[in-house]
T-cell receptor, first 113, second 114 residues
Framework: DAGITQSPRYKITETGRQVTLMCHQTWSHSYMFWYRQDLGHGLRLIYYSAAADITDKGEVPDGYVVSRSKTENFPLTLESATRSQTSVYFC????????????FGPGTRLTVL | KNQVEQSPQSLIILEGKNCTLQCNYTVSPFSNLRWYKQDTGRGPVSLTIMTFSENTKSNGRYTATLDADTKQSSLHITASQLSDSASYICVVSPFSGSARQLTFGSGTQLTVLP
């Protein structure tokens, strides 16, 4: 029972490069979320998805792109990475929307040089 | 703008002692309030959930309280253990159910010393 996994766990890249962070869940949860966590800001929602092919912006979507062609996968792409995108990124899933418990992945620590 | 403020930002206690973490929120109306525990290097895990009509909810040594009138919640940890060292995050869900309006606090970093 893998639950929710993220890859890679650590990534170092350079400014201007494209980076894709992967998220996979085995529960068939409808909702999936991407957050970034920075010191002093807590968790901030980047994008979320209510179902396959349905995505919506969160609080801080600029510079990020998401897709969800399959229920179990929700990749996050930084099209042209910037130093301000250095952060820890968490993927989460839940049965439904804001009412339900979210199950978080282990996180990806991204450093943009 | 909806806000969730947690205090203190950090707390150091000795093993075996009790402690209380605070969460004040402005989200209104709200559906439920959760406390998550986040161990270093890991994702948050839900500890308790309280709806607007509940006052107290326990989960082992963790007891959450909610005062919807004053928009305050607290998480009380009894007989702390070294494994309680973590960040504790308060999250408020809006009545609308909108995922975009979920509001997270910045967390309280708890360190339990032997």
């Amino acid at each position: 029972d893998a639950g929710i996994t993220q890859s890679p766990r650590y990534k170092i890249t350079e400014t201007g490069r494209q980076v894709t962070l992967m998220c996979h869940q085995t529960w068939s949860h409808s909702y999936m979320f991407w957050y970034r966590q920075d010191l002093g800001h807590g968790l901030r929602l980047i994008y979320y998805s209510a179902a396959a092919d349905i995505t919506d912006k969160g609080e801080v979507p600029d510079g990020y792109v998401v897709s969800r062609s399959k229920t179990e996968n929700f990749p996050l792409t930084l099209e042209s990475a910037t130093r301000s995108q250095t952060s820890v990124y968490f993927c989460a899933s839940s049965l439904a929307g804001a009412y339900n418990e979210q199950f978080f992945g282990p996180g990806t620590r991204l450093t943009v040089l | 703008k909806n806000q969730v403020e947690q205090s203190p930002q950090s707390l150091i206690i000795l093993e075996g002692k009790n402690c209380t973490l605070q969460c004040n929120y402005t989200v209104s109306p709200f559906s439920n309030l959760r406390w998550y525990k986040q161990d270093t290097g890991r994702g948050p895990v839900s500890l308790t959930i309280m709806t607007f009509s509940e006052n107290t909810k326990s989960n082992g040594r963790y007891t959450a309280t909610l005062d919807a009138d004053t928009k305050q919640s607290s998480l009380h940890i009894t007989a702390s253990q070294l494994s309680d060292s973590a960040s504790y995050i308060c999250v408020v869900s809006p009545f609308s159910g909108s995922a975009r309006q979920l509001t997270f606090g910045s967390g309280t970093q708890l360190t339990v010393l032997p």
